[in-house]
């Protein structure tokens, strides 16, 4: 008989080199994970259209699903409006009647409620996508975050805005003036739920829009306009009576939970991460000089 082989000197087992081949993929993926954290790839853009497509499809699912409460929203309303008056914060109703009473300035304000949560959300997530594709998966997913904490503060918080308060005296801003595109007024009220008022995305998704552009624009007067954007919000959410103060608080908070969390998966803040995902830097361009400036560096060397 010849002599026995390596495997069965071991016992069956497989050399050496084979046994350690399990741990070395098992650690190439540990790094690949790490590598991914520290510099995400670059999202496809078909995958990022779908999936914003979907969530915004079961955000609006789930927060029109939730049932509405009205007795207990009109609860909560008059538990938010008695705390903000022990607090001497209560102003919201005179914000409001100041603003109705100038024509041209809170139609204005109707349709920037209407509008602008949508577009200006749009527009950051495309420029994100466009300048900086190493930033986009980790600042996205600060609002995905943000906006699935605010579904749970839908179900379980069911707040009547100021406006559908029960002798509240505010005004109904969209109704009276008779602007369009509002889901809190008119036809627009049988698909939309009237007490997903706590907490204020209006207030989550702008100051997460007014952090970005502040953090990663180049140019001080956009970044200053991206610091004013949440602020003329909230003063657009309370003069038009949709949101008590509070509810910009809860937003807040919902919005710092998102950061805290893309914190926890990417083990940095998103926005130190790398512009361009490592391994797509662009090389740098050879400096070129006009052919006249080196002759006489080439006269030089003939004599």
Request: with cysteine; aromatic share 12%; glycine share 8%.
């Amino acid at each position: 008989m010849g002599e026995p082989t390596e495997i069965q000197q071991n016992g069956g087992r497989m050399p050496d080199g084979a046994t350690r081949a399990a741990p070395s993929r098992t650690a190439a993926l540990r790094t690949r994970v790490r590598d991914q954290r520290r510099s995400p790839a670059r999202p496809r853009i078909w995958f990022e259209l779908v999936l914003i497509g979907l969530s915004y499809w079961i955000y609006s699912l789930v927060r029109n699903a939730v049932p509405e409460q009205e007795s207990v929203a009109q609860k909560h309303a008059g538990w938010i409006w008695d705390l903000e008056k022990s607090l001497g914060i209560a102003v919201e109703r005179s914000v409001n009647h100041a603003a109705d009473g100038i024509g041209w300035l809170i139609t204005g304000m109707n349709y920037y409620y209407a509008t602008l949560h949508f577009v200006v959300t749009i527009g950051v997530l495309v420029w994100l996508y466009r300048r900086h594709p190493g930033r986009y998966g980790a600042v996205r997913t600060v609002l995905f975050v943000t906006t699935a904490i605010a579904l749970v503060g839908f179900y379980f918080f069911p707040l009547a805005p100021p406006r559908l308060m029960t002798d509240g005296g505010f005004i109904d801003t969209v109704k009276t003036h008779g602007t369009w595109g509002s889901m809190a007024s008119g036809p627009a009220t049988h698909v939309s739920n009237q007490f997903a008022a706590m907490p204020s995305m209006h207030i989550g998704w702008s100051t997460w829009c007014g952090l970005t552009i502040f953090f990663l624009a180049r140019r001080t007067w956009v970044r200053v306009l991206g610091l004013l954007y949440p602020v003329a919000t909230l003063v657009v959410i309370v003069a038009t009576a949709n949101h008590f103060w509070m509810d910009a608080v809860g937003g807040l908070l919902c919005l710092l939970v998102g950061y805290l969390a893309a914190r926890w998966l990417y083990h940095s803040w998103v926005y130190s991460l790398p512009q361009v995902p490592v391994g797509e830097e662009q090389p740098a361009e050879p400096v070129t000089v006009p052919e006249q400036w080196s002759e006489p560096a080439v006269t030089s060397a003939r004599r």
